[in-house]
């Protein structure tokens, strides 16, 4: 509800914001309990302004759980909290084990855009704190006590594109995990080579844990330039990462040939191992057995089992196959940087970048082409 009709002489209108005081505090009631009250309907306005912007409710629910955990370990309400309470509740998250510079930044943050909400004299949560408590929300995170973000990435240095060796043996464990269910009678093979399968379309497509497992057999499209390829020329990309509230973005992914073998695998899949699950009409391609779409979380429980048999780094997730897919078609296969860019579906040549890692060899590779193409002297 964007208007409220004021009961006042004249009978004016006036707009409120989505997530304003005066819409999520009752007029005429009497709270027994008035902080608390006030409480729970600061955090409720919260949700409702987000969610007026189109933000996630997975976006949401972190965030009002951050602020949540906050207020609880502060023991106060937010017209009473100071910065120290930022900086004390830092530590004791620390000390507590999220040591990783994206996780405590993410925490303040959060703490940081509530505090901005709350002050937003459009919401009325100042004018309120200071008629009921004598004292108004303030802006408590600054530059002195929260974590600045001085690298694009912050991720753990562990947490790595693999090389081709890795990746074989990734692989050659998932299929593997097939046979030796096919070969003691046991059910759970159609689903462990689900499993194989996603695992090696998410490196062969460069995909993120969610594209992958959103993907539906209407997804599949020919490329006329590989008519053999028949509808795995490439695969559309219906729920690609989403930014500030906008809706999924959405690109095509095309079949590089160095990753046909992939090919084989999707199809083999597809058109033999899936139906055995009698998905009926379910429209995705990674099914369980029960009719479903394959979960992101099952699907990371089961790479985390393949990875430990492959006796890879616990660090190393799903994500890391995206990381190798950028890597390897710079690397190995020598594609231009524009179109790995546009392959994954990053905005900015510097995020593909990020995501690279290309080795030395690799390099040196290059500056030697560009001296023997520019200044061959000096080899001399």
Not at 45 to 50: L, V
Not at 94 to 123: M, P, S, W
Not at 204 to 229: C, F, I, Q, S, Y
Not at 259 to 283: C, T
């Amino acid at each position: 509800m964007l208007h409220r009709v004021q009961h006042a002489l004249g009978g004016s209108v006036t707009r409120r914001e989505p997530g304003s005081a005066q819409l999520v505090l009752a007029d005429g009631v009497v709270h027994l309990d008035v902080p608390e009250a006030v409480w729970q309907a600061m955090c409720l306005g919260w949700s409702q302004q987000q969610q007026s912007r189109m933000l996630r409710p997975e976006t949401i629910s972190q965030r009002l759980s951050v602020i949540r955990r906050f207020r609880e370990f502060t023991g106060s309400y937010p017209w009473q909290w100071h910065p120290a309470d930022v900086e004390e509740f830092t530590v004791a998250a620390v000390a507590g084990g999220a040591k990783a510079h994206a996780t405590i930044r993410g925490y303040q943050n959060h703490i940081a855009l509530f505090c901005e909400y709350l002050i937003d004299r459009r919401y009325e949560w100042v004018a309120v704190c200071e008629e009921r408590f004598g004292a108004a929300p303030a802006q408590i995170c600054h530059e002195w006590n929260t974590v600045d973000h001085v690298q694009q990435l912050e991720a753990q240095p562990a947490r790595r594109p693999l090389d081709l060796d890795e990746l074989e043996a990734l692989f050659a464990h998932a299929d593997e995990r097939v046979e030796q269910i096919q070969r003691s009678g046991r059910k759970g093979a159609v689903a462990a080579l689900r499993n194989a399968t996603a695992f090696k379309v998410s490196y062969a497509w460069g995909l993120r844990l969610r594209e992958m497992t959103h993907l539906d057999l209407v997804d599949r499209h020919r490329n006329p330039k590989v008519p053999g390829w028949g509808r795995y020329g490439a695969l559309r990309v219906r729920f690609g990462k989403s930014s500030r509230g906008s809706a999924p973005k959405q690109r095509t992914v095309l079949t590089v040939p160095e990753m046909d073998w992939a090919v084989e695998a999707l199809q083999h899949w597809v058109e033999v191992a899936r139906p055995l699950l009698k998905p009926g009409q379910h429209p995705a391609i990674f099914v369980t057995e029960r009719r479903s779409r394959m979960s992101e979380w099952s699907a990371d429980v089961a790479f985390a089992a393949v990875r430990e048999r492959a006796g890879l780094d616990s660090a190393i997730t799903h994500h890391c196959l995206r990381h190798s897919y950028v890597t390897h078609l710079l690397e190995h296969y020598g594609y231009p940087e524009l179109f790995v860019q546009q392959q994954v579906g990053h905005a900015y040549a510097s995020t593909t970048a990020i995501y690279s890692g290309v080795s030395d060899e690799f390099k040196n590779r290059i500056l030697a082409d560009a001296i023997a193409a520019n200044r061959p002297e000096v080899t001399r």
